[in-house]
């Protein structure tokens, strides 16, 4: 049998029992969408180096996606409110928009009095922190959710290396972030 054949038997044989498995643990309207990205990552894993043990695989890698979309729900679910009374970092009245850098995307609760404006107008001060490189990394973690592996593949950079630069920017942006709540902007 071809590579390509035991691909796709495995794939077959596979799929209803990982969608199972991810039915079981995430909302039903999220599960389709986790086991679909479980077997993009089996088919270019498999394409590079066949897999012995499809179904040991294919359960870790199910189960390290599950986890990652409750981190993503986590970080998703922080709330950050406030509104940016004073002039941002770069000294201006408001954050370059420009459009050359990304926009983030801060959710909040129903009982947060800022504005959808306010926040976005404060998530930008905040980060304008951060350099082009620095801003890169966070969007792939953070605002993407991808994992330090998923990074350091991106990147074409050592995992030590995705966990050195994302603790550096954590490090750079919690007292920024610890000023404006102690200023009762968040």
């Known amino acids: 049998m071809k590579d390509l054949d035991k691909l796709n038997a495995a794939a077959e044989e596979f799929y209803p029992e990982i969608l199972s498995y991810c039915r079981g643990r995430v909302p039903p309207e999220d599960a389709g969408d986790i086991a679909q990205d479980v077997f993009a990552a089996f088919t270019s894993a498999w394409l590079k180096k066949p897999i012995e043990y499809p179904r040991q695989w294919l359960y870790k ?8 979309y409750y981190r993503l729900k986590k970080r998703q679910s922080r709330v950050i409110a406030g509104s940016l009374d004073e ?7 408001e954050p370059d928009d420009d459009g050359t850098g990304p926009v983030y995307e801060i959710s909040v609760g129903m009982d947060d009095a800022a504005s959808p404006e306010d926040i976005e107008r404060l998530a930008r001060a905040i980060l304008s922190a951060l350099d082009a490189d620095e801003r890169r990394l966070y969007d792939l973690r953070f605002d993407q959710g991808l994992t330090y592996s998923e990074i350091s593949a991106r990147e074409g950079i050592t995992l030590s290396a995705v ?24």
């Open 87 to 93: 002039k941002t970092p770069s000294g201006g009245d």
């Open 163 to 186: 966990r050195h630069r994302l603790g550096k920017i954590k490090n750079k942006l919690r007292p920024l972030i610890k000023k404006a709540a102690d200023d009762g902007r968040i």
């Open 61 to 68: 890698a199910a189960k390290d996606r599950i986890a990652d």
